[in-house]
């Protein structure tokens, strides 16, 4: 029986929201039509430098055993500790599948890992399915204008990163949590030879607002603002949702109105918020890309027939700055 492996993200002893979006992934490959009657088994590795809470944590939270990989030297991350420790480990279990974050961890580790494991690799995933021959991956390309899909040709273990915001966390119902096995592997570099990395420091980056693949409510702005100065009623807007980022069409973005960061679409981020205000976005079809996993969409347009009204819960036809200006004046009352 092969396993299915889940790298949880640990970023400054916190766990990543990516680590619950691998498991729906880790789900969807176990329940695939090739692998169900192999009845694999999925666990998930927490390499940390005091596991103990994290993966008790994530066991309760997934239902799932957990391995809790002590490395003492883990304080601070660098891809020579990880692939080290975890390629100890790993090469025991023998798995079929090793899924991992394509985050900047995750893009720097995976490869390396992939490399010791003698493993198929195939980096940023976002999206499996399955036919008569298997599982296929697919990965965007050529600035994400095509969708590439591969199928491993051997039966060497997978090693995937997955892209963040595509496999939306399951739903966890009451229910038993999973086992933690805590297990100790010092990184060795004498023996394997290594240790060109020393960390010295991370510099936090001041952004506006948190990330937009994390963001529960994401509140976009669109070509429907005409100057530069209307964004700060989006910004307000904003302010009025406890986690909300601010996200943008492209032409805003090329207008370096806001950053890269906050460009949503298929050449911009894919998000799955629980809700997604458009505000004077027509609904382009590279913008809807991007949020086909919103929960609950309102799109403010002054134009009833906007396209992005049909991909709506909630239609507004209004001048968005008069409906910010009328809702902010609500919210003092
Ligand atoms: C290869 C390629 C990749 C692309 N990638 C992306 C991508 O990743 N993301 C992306 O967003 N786009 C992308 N685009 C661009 C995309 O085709 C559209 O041009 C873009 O999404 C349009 O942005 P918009 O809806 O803000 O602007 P518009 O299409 O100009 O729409 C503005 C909307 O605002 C409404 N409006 C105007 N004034 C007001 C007002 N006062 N109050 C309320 N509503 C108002 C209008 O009725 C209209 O519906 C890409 C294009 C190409 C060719």
């Known amino acids: 029986m092969k396993q299915i492996l889940v790298i949880a993200e640990i970023f400054a002893g916190q766990i990543r929201p990516i680590t619950w979006e691998l498991v729906t992934a880790a789900r969807k490959i176990k329940n695939s039509p090739g692998l169900k009657q192999l009845s694999p088994t999925i666990q998930i590795i927490v390499p940390a ?7 008790e944590k994530i066991a309760k939270q997934t239902g799932i055993d957990v391995i809790g990989l ?36 995750g893009q720097d580790f995976a490869p390396g890992l992939a490399l010791g494991l003698n493993a198929v690799a195939i980096s940023g995933v976002n999206g499996i399915r399955s036919d008569e021959n298997g599982l296929i991956y697919s990965r965007p390309v050529f600035n994400n204008t095509r969708n590439q899909m591969l199928r491993p040709a051997s039966n060497r273990p997978v090693t995937l990163t997955l892209m963040p915001g595509t496999f939306k966390p399951d739903e966890r119902k009451d229910g038993e949590p999973g086992r933690v096995d805590i297990r100790k592997i010092p990184f060795a570099p004498a023996v394997c030879g290594k240790e060109h990395i020393q960390h010295c420091r991370t510099v936090k980056k001041i952004f506006e607002d948190q990330t937009l693949e994390e963001a529960k409510v994401i509140i976009a702005a669109g070509r429907g603002i005409k100057e530069k100065e209307e964004l700060k009623s ?12 601010v996200g943008a069409s492209r032409p805003l973005v090329d207008m370096n109105w806001l950053g890269y960061q906050h460009q949503i679409g298929i050449t911009g981020a894919t998000v799955a918020p629980k809700l997604y205000i458009a505000c004077g976005i027509s609904g382009s079809s590279q ?30 036809i209004a001048d968005i700055i008069e409906f910010i200006g009328t809702f902010l004046k609500k919210q003092e009352i």
């Open 287 to 316: 913008h809807l890309a991007g949020i086909k996993d919103a929960e609950f969409v309102v799109s403010i347009n002054k134009n009833p027939q906007a396209p992005i009204f049909r991909h709506s819960d909630v239609c507004i």
């Open 49 to 55: 430098d005091n596991p103990a809470l994290l993966s």
């Open 234 to 245: 989006i910004l307000k807007f904003a302010q009025c949702f406890p986690t909300a980022a």
């Open 70 to 105: 002590q490395i003492p030297e883990l304080k601070n991350y660098t891809s020579e500790i990880y692939i080290y420790c975890l390629e100890q480990l790993i090469k025991k279990i023998d798995p079929s599948h090793v899924l991992a974050a394509h985050t900047s961890q």
